[in-house]
């Protein structure tokens, strides 16, 4: 099961950019992320019921899952969103994704104890130095501007760290449970900014684009978004962050794809950047060390 959760993680997880850059073009950011964590509450909420669990938590338990759910979730969500509405194309944005499993080796050192070996060492510094590479060599190709560069840096960061949390401190909760308050939370963070968003800046488009983003957010919020997160969370729970952190490896290519029939660019730099920072990870997994536990 774990590897169906895979593979289908990966295709909405590497779809969710184009998803997220039609939304972005009615809607601002901090509502598109509070519209995609309700819509997956919603679509989460009536599988609990249905499977007979209770969302009832202990204070422990709900203090947890809220810094999961601010630093894993509230924050990329909304982050993503805003680096797109400022001029980033969605392919380019998915360089950053695959640092996820680097960070997640990063964040396991203090959180888990786990210190890295020579290849994770070397992985990790080589990845970063190659996206650096990406970025740096021609950041106007892809109209992304340099000062973006360390908040997209910030979105693997982050989640990595939520990962490495739920892993090490709601292993034993259930991952539908779990998934579901996340959303919740996640979502009640947003309200505010969202709803300064919509007070200060109420959206205007054609009814084209008023369509094409209610497709977006039909898809992003249940699928995109409900269904991934729990598919991930069961993932972190059962086989630990780096196999879960895995997923990023194949959501650029999807990502690109996408780009590529919307007429963006596919530079060589980015094909050897992406292939190179795919090498490392595949140094960093050739370690024995283990970050299931």
């Not at 774990?2 to 593979?7: E, G, I, R």
């Not at 501007?145 to 490495?164: D, E, H, Q, R």
């Not at 991934?228 to 952190?245: H, T």
């Amino acid at each position: 099961m774990a590897y169906l959760f895979f593979a289908l993680t990966c295709l909405f997880f590497g779809s969710n950019f184009k998803l997220m850059d039609d939304a972005a073009q009615v809607l601002g950011p901090s509502t598109v992320a509070l519209g995609r964590l309700w819509g997956g509450a919603a679509f989460l909420l009536p599988v609990v019921w249905m499977r007979r669990q209770s969302l009832k938590i202990d204070r422990e338990t709900l203090f947890r899952i809220l810094f999961v759910a601010l630093v894993g979730n509230a924050y990329p969500f909304a982050i993503q969103p805003w680096i797109l509405s400022h001029g980033a194309d969605h392919s380019f944005l998915a360089v950053f994704v695959p640092m996820t499993p680097l960070m997640t080796i990063a964040s396991a050192i203090p959180m888990l104890g786990i210190r890295p070996t020579w290849q994770q060492t070397v992985g990790v510094l080589g990845g970063f130095l190659l996206l650096m590479w990406v970025v740096f060599r021609d950041p106007g190709e892809h109209n992304f501007a340099a000062w973006l560069v360390p908040f997209a840096i910030t979105v693997p960061l982050s989640y990595a760290i939520g990962n490495v949390y739920l892993r090490r401190n709601l292993r034993q909760q259930s991952s539908l449970v779990v998934s579901a308050w996340l959303m919740i939370l996640a979502g009640l963070m947003l309200v505010p900014l969202a709803g300064y968003e919509l007070a200060t800046e109420p959206p205007t488009a054609s009814s084209a684009a008023w369509t094409k983003a209610a497709i977006a957010m039909a898809v992003l919020g249940p699928l995109g978004t409900g269904l991934c997160i729990y598919m991930f969370v069961e993932m972190v729970r059962e086989r630990g962050p780096l196999f879960a952190g895995m997923v990023t490896y194949v959501v650029p290519p999807i990502a690109f794809a996408w780009g590529f029939m919307d007429g963006e660019t596919i530079s060589g730099a980015q094909l050897v950047g992406i292939a190179g920072i795919l090498a490392m990870v595949a140094l960093v997994q050739s370690s024995q060390a283990n970050y299931a536990t």
